[in-house]
């Protein structure tokens, strides 16, 4: 076989084995995600080959597309500009998970900690734990646990405090030292790889600094939000007061008694086109571990504009809670989307400044209606292994959040007992409601929602 021959198999298997990762996304309006390779589109129809087959979905079933080659090429001039900086690397890892597609993201990952060996945010991501000071594989850390109970160094979890209340510093050696935080410590995780800065001065700074540099208009600080904004002022501060009060009914919802050490970002651009041009487009918004980012104007998606900052809201409150709610969503994802498609509902008036959660969309509600008289309805179990869509997530959630007050509180026990890293979301929903009988449980649901005006 001669150099040319040689050269054209092994450039040909390199494209073979190439494309069996590059695939493809499908964000379907029912909350579904299916990846593989589009053969065919045009205005009404996709045709995508996936590792079940060739599947053909309407245009008006699929919230957005994410393109493999577009990905490829922000992928690549994103990864030029964060070489070097683990954080960056990690955080592009962050985006990469966002848009599905895993094999860039560990890339990423593994990148980071050939930088940095101990980026616990990479690590973590590589399903690495920390077991006595060394970090060591999932499948090691049990094996050496067995062996050898002692070993376990990992801080327990506890709740942040805020500085004011920790030690005082006295010039004692530990006295207010920053530790790293450890794998079991979810919160302490998420206020790693957030950008602002804890004091007020430095704060301020970093505002004026990032603004320029993002070459936004105005910034605006709320409660709970900082509003980097190419809006009006008053349009930025409406908005701002809005997502303060879906902040305070998530804690409501969740039952959360934590302390937000800083405030969170929300890049808020003034149309699509400039939305596209500085974030690279995607859909209408996203959450990527640090910030919102979202435009005005949106129409086409529930509730438009205000409907998709209150979901991704409700995706970052999740982050904070849980750690990383990427990870919750792999084992309950019908409760990560559940709640963000409740909160998604809400409605906002901009001149009283007034949001009504609760909302039922008559649409999803008359939808769910006909599969439940179908008897198509999953169960309860169904859904908490993965059956149904967005309507049968939601309709779980609100179920549990309105039906009577003691389904609510063992909801709120089930969301904290998500925080655990290595919690079985299934058994925990089980134990949560271990004294209900899930026949009655489901039917009560289907009951309530035939019934539900």
């Given at each position: 076989m001669n150099t040319l021959t040689k050269t054209l198999v092994l450039l040909s298997m390199f494209l073979v084995c190439f494309s069996m990762f590059a695939e493809d996304v499908l964000l379907l309006r029912v909350g579904k995600v299916v990846t593989g390779k589009i053969e065919k589109e045009d205005d009404e129809t996709v045709l995508i080959n996936t590792k079940h087959g060739k599947m053909t979905y309407r245009k008006d079933e699929i919230d957005s597309i994410i393109y493999y080659e577009d990905f490829r090429k922000q992928y690549e001039q994103r990864f030029k500009k964060a070489e070097g900086d683990a954080d960056a690397l990690y955080n592009l890892g962050l985006w990469c998970k966002k848009q599905y597609q895993e094999r860039e993201a560990r890339e990423c990952f593994e990148a980071a900690i050939k930088i940095n060996p101990n980026h616990t945010g990479a690590r973590g991501e590589l399903g690495y734990r920390n077991l006595g000071g060394n970090w060591v594989t999932q499948e090691e850390y049990d094996r050496l646990l067995k062996e050898n109970p002692d070993l376990k160094k990992e801080v327990p979890p506890r709740e942040e405090k805020p500085p004011?209340?920790?030690?005082?510093?006295?010039?004692?050696?530990?006295?207010?030292?920053?530790?790293?935080?450890?794998?079991?410590?979810?919160?302490?995780?998420?206020?790693?790889?957030?950008?602002?800065?804890?004091?007020?001065?430095?704060?301020?700074?970093?505002?004026?600094?990032?603004?320029?540099?993002?070459?936004?208009?105005?910034?605006?600080?709320?409660?709970?939000?900082?509003?980097?904004?190419?809006?009006?002022?008053?349009?930025?501060?409406?908005?701002?007061?809005?997502?303060?009060?879906?902040?305070?009914?998530?804690?409501?919802?969740?039952?959360?008694?934590?302390?937000?050490?800083?405030?969170?970002?929300?890049?808020?651009?003034?149309?699509?086109?400039?939305y596209s041009s500085k974030e690279g487009g995607g859909g209408y918004g996203f959450y990527d571990g640090k910030r919102i980012v979202t435009y005005f104007g949106i129409t086409g998606t529930q509730n438009g504009t205000g409907g998709i900052m209150l979901r991704e809201s409700a995706h970052q409150f999740e982050d904070m809670v849980w750690g990383d709610y990427q990870r919750v969503k792999q084992k309950a994802q019908w409760v990560v989307d559940g709640i963000a498609t409740y909160m998604q509902e809400a409605r906002f008036n901009l001149s009283t400044g007034e949001l009504k959660v609760g909302i039922v969309n008559s649409d999803r509600l008359e939808a769910l209606k006909a599969t439940i008289r179908r008897g198509q309805m999953p169960t309860i179990e169904g859904i908490l292994s993965g059956a149904g869509g967005e309507n049968e997530w939601w309709a779980l959630c609100y179920f549990l959040i309105h039906y009577n007050q003691e389904l609510y509180k063992q909801f709120t026990v089930y969301l904290a007992a998500l925080k655990r890293k290595d919690c079985d979301a299934v058994q925990e929903f089980k134990n949560a409601f271990a004294k209900f009988d899930f026949k009655g449980l489901y039917e009560n649901l289907k009951d309530y929602f035939i019934k539900l005006h």
């Open positions: 004011e209340e920790e030690k005082p510093n006295d010039g004692s050696e530990n006295s207010n030292e920053k530790k790293e935080p450890t794998l079991t410590d979810e919160s302490a995780i998420f206020w790693a790889r957030q950008m602002v800065p804890e004091d007020l001065k430095e704060r301020k700074k970093w505002m004026f600094e990032r603004q320029k540099q993002k070459e936004f208009k105005t910034f605006h600080c709320s409660n709970h939000y900082i509003f980097f904004s190419n809006l009006s002022e008053e349009l930025t501060r409406q908005h701002s007061m809005f997502l303060d009060q879906a902040y305070n009914e998530l804690c409501r919802i969740f039952a959360y008694k934590g302390k937000q050490k800083v405030p969170f970002v929300v890049d808020f651009y003034a149309n699509s086109e400039e």
